[in-house]
């Protein structure tokens, strides 16, 4: 292979992984932004999605169903999940917050253990597979799915944002808290709001993931702490942003596996988060001051 | 109007206000004055919900208010602009406006958007800026944001903490102007808390002084512009007895005990 279509396969591969990153990231910020919790169960928001759909599929449901039905039922979970396990003890500190949702995240795992086992389980692609020629390089239709969707999700997003009212009650609710509670907005009601769209957004992108990497019951852990290196590299406050580290981190992982080792991956992705923290802690893409959703 | 009974608000141990008995009545301009700390900005947040009272009662057009919270009181027709204005800084002049209705939005969509345009209206300041984020007003175009906003929620009464705050006289005059207008022409039952004494009473109906969480004197605005325990309340008492450590003269030297 040329090395110019070796690059393009790369970057292909690279944009892929990341989309599936970015659906986690922008859940990451949503919830961050609304509730100031850093939540680590997102990534088993994205395996529950996956196992979910994949078992609704074997139960007889077209794709588009089991696709639809697995993102409302993991909204559910994320709205439970909010209710029992973060509302009641949202007067904590934000250390407190987190190592609850470190705890949900291993309580998830395993749940999951305990309904679908430990097997990896696979979801068939989305439309017929057959490799689509690109300069030279390979495209799976898979791939554009994923980007495709992860695309139209920023989309959806900044005009949820923007032109929606409940939208722009749920920025009002990040920008000032205690001038939107005047207003007779509900904070609480935007935290539930938050997290279940959130795990709503998780589960798309575990079902994204699956045809491509296959499904398990810790599939979610990687996958969140990559959309949190993700999240960080964009600045956490802005979705925008995340979206493009996700595509960065993505990028950064398959020309690291291409080129140099599949083993060097992990330590580049994760050094990146170090190398952010120290230097540029508010992000790559950071302007002035000033949150935005 | 509005009837409270000897409120009692506690933030955490500290104990604010020490039994609060008022009564507005409809379509007046009531101002609070007070010094720093005496208990105003908690007052209009019990009434509006944000903070709930130990003891007391408030009663609303006949109905008791006093452990709703501020998302059900907001809906009845109380709403507080609050201190420091507080408008919603990265998102633009028509959607902080538009925020205000939020109690509303579902039920009278289309009263919603004339609301808005008269509160414009009313603002012309406001009129050229409407695309800004409201975060690049100045300090008083982001005041009659703030009133604007309250007035989105269509209240019956509307409670104003220091609208004055930082803001030069000439704006603080207009905006009281706002106030008396709304007063009359609208009917809407104001309730104003402030620290700038002559401004306030100069527009107020009736007014009262708070210190120390309680209520020290009351009377309409006349008479407690000429009231001299308006001043002790304002100053503490006879100024002869507090002793004034500098501008003696002479020079003290301090801090002797340390070395």
């Known amino acids: 292979m040329e090395v110019h279509s070796q690059v393009i396969q790369l970057l292909f591969s690279g944009l892929t992984i990341g989309s599936i990153y970015a659906l986690i990231a922008i859940g990451f910020v949503i919830i961050y932004n609304v509730t100031g919790v850093l939540n680590l169960a997102q990534g088993e928001f994205a395996m529950f999605g996956a196992l979910i759909s994949i078992s609704l599929i074997n139960a007889g449901l077209p794709l588009w169903a089991a696709v639809i039905f697995s993102m409302l039922i993991v909204s559910v979970i994320g709205a439970l999940f909010e209710r029992t396990a973060i509302h009641p003890a949202r007067k904590s500190s934000v250390p407190t917050l987190i190592i609850i949702t470190i705890g949900c995240s291993i309580a998830f795992r395993g749940i999951a253990i305990l309904i679908w086992g430990t097997q990896p389980q696979s979801l068939q692609p989305f439309t017929d597979n057959t490799p689509i020629k690109f300069l030279n390089a390979v495209l799976l239709p898979q791939s554009i799915w994923s980007i495709g969707i992860a695309i139209l999700i920023l989309f959806a997003m900044i005009y949820f944002f923007n032109k929606t009212f409940v939208g722009k009650a749920l920025t009002a609710c990040v920008v000032n808290p205690f001038a939107a509670r005047l207003m007779g907005i509900n904070p609480e009601k935007m935290s539930l709001l938050a997290i279940s769209a959130s795990a709503g957004l998780g589960a798309l992108a575990g079902i994204v993931t699956s045809p491509i990497s296959g499904a398990s019951y810790d599939m979610g852990m990687m996958l969140g702490l990559k959309a949190f290196v993700a999240a960080v590299v964009g600045g956490l406050t802005n979705a925008p942003a995340a979206i493009a580290g996700a595509f960065v981190i993505g990028i950064l992982e398959s020309f690291t596996e291409g080129l140099w080792s599949s083993g060097a991956k992990d330590v580049v992705s994760f050094s990146m988060l170090l190398l952010i923290l120290f230097i540029k802690p508010e992000g790559l893409f950071a302007k002035a001051s000033g949150k935005r959703v | ?259």
């Open chain 2, 1 to 259: 109007m509005l009837k409270v009974n000897n409120l009692h608000t506690y933030h955490g141990f500290l104990h604010v206000l020490k039994g609060i008995d008022l009564e507005v009545l409809e379509g007046e301009l009531v101002a609070i004055v007070g010094s720093n700390g005496s208990g105003k900005s908690t007052l209009l947040g019990t009434l509006a919900g944000v903070y709930l009272p130990k003891e007391g009662s408030i009663i609303y057009k006949d109905e008791e208010i006093t452990n709703d919270g501020v998302q059900m009181i907001v809906p009845k027709g109380i709403c507080l602009v609050p201190e420091r204005r507080q408008i919603f800084s990265s998102i633009t002049v028509k959607d902080n406006l538009l925020l205000g209705a939020y109690h509303r939005y579902q039920k009278d969509k289309k009263t919603i958007n004339k609301d808005y345009e008269d509160v414009v209206e009313m603002f012309p300041r406001l009129k050229q800026m409407l695309d800004r984020p409201g975060g690049l007003l100045s300090g008083g175009e982001q005041q009659m944001l703030a009133i604007g906003r309250g007035l989105m929620a269509k209240p019956k009464v509307l409670m104003l903490d220091e609208p004055s705050l930082g803001l030069a006289p000439l704006i603080v005059k207009d905006i009281m102007m706002i106030l008396r207008k709304l007063c009359d022409e609208m009917g809407t039952t104001i309730i104003l808390v402030e620290q700038n004494l002559k401004a306030a009473l100069k527009v107020a109906d009736r007014g009262c002084v708070l210190a120390h969480g309680k209520i020290v004197v009351s009377g309409t605005s006349q008479e407690l512009l000429h009231n001299p325990k308006v001043q002790e309340a304002y100053f503490g008492k006879s100024s002869k007895k507090t002793e004034v450590p500098f501008n003696t003269g002479k020079k003290e030297v301090r801090g002797k005990k340390l070395i």
